[in-house]
């Protein structure tokens, strides 16, 4: 039998990092854990519960709340894929609004919240046989996971991609002001005072700004094999 590692999967936003995670732990028969998808599950905890104040979050009376704030997920039958769970209920559509987006890496920036997150997710992998992406998953949560990957792409082309992803959703869209959005999430993710995004100094450098989807998958599936053989 092969033996279960675990996947580690970081970079910058949107250069196609869930779905790659997701297609590669379908592809091998593993769990793929969205830990993008917990940031935003206490942002939307945080503003149903009227803990925002504008821009401002109440520090205290989240960390009073922390830990009465549960994030599971269950797969969806339909599709095969996972949907986040905030307290029992089904968020995995609210999780996704902008009003989630432009909040949550002011959440993704208290350490206390991440601390709890990390534990969550450190439990979660305990058993290998995950896939889990985001932007300290090498580094934090899963120093000793036997495949890092660190994706990147340039700011023009991942900018390009959304915009093209909301043309085709009939969405208004600006390529200029998607652009400047990149270049600013990626400056937030990288001086972030805890856990700042950078590339684990074993992980593996994947920049796709030039790869096709069936490219990139082969690739994948080649690094998944070294390391399970290694
Ligand atoms: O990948 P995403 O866009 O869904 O991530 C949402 C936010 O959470 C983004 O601001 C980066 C942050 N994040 C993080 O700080 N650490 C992670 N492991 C995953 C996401």
Redesign the pocket.
């Known amino acids: 039998m092969t033996k279960k590692i675990t996947i580690a999967i970081d970079g910058y936003?949107s250069c196609g990092?869930?779905t790659m995670a997701k297609d590669l732990a379908r592809e091998i028969g593993y769990i793929y854990i969205?830990?993008?998808?917990m940031?935003?599950a206490v942002t939307l905890y945080c503003i149903e519960k009227g803990l925002f104040n504008g821009k401002e979050i109440d520090n205290d009376k989240l960390k009073e709340e922390i830990d009465h704030i549960h994030i599971s997920f269950t797969l969806d039958p339909s599709t095969g894929r996972p949907r986040t769970q905030l307290n029992g209920t089904d968020v995995e559509d609210r999780i996704r609004t902008m009003e989630v987006?432009s909040r949550?890496?002011i959440i993704?920036a208290i350490d206390f919240v991440r601390t709890a997150l990390v534990a969550l997710q450190q439990e979660m992998g305990q058993a290998k046989g995950i896939v889990m992406?985001?932007?300290?998953?090498g580094t934090t949560?899963f120093p000793d996971a036997e495949l890092k990957i660190f994706v990147t792409a340039s700011a023009e082309i991942r900018a390009e991609r959304r915009y093209k992803e909301l043309q085709e959703k009939g969405e208004n869209a600006n390529f200029d002001e998607i652009l400047a959005n990149v270049k600013e999430?990626d400056h937030?993710?990288e001086t972030?005072a805890v856990?700042p995004l950078r590339r684990a100094e074993d992980a593996l450098l994947l920049d796709n700004s030039h790869l096709t989807i069936v490219e990139q998958k082969t690739w994948l599936i080649e690094q998944y094999h070294k390391a399970t053989q290694a």
Not at 133 to 137: A, L
């Open positions: 936003s990092k869930s969205d830990s993008g998808a940031y935003r987006s949550v890496s993704a992406d985001g932007r300290d998953i949560v999430r937030i993710d972030r856990s």
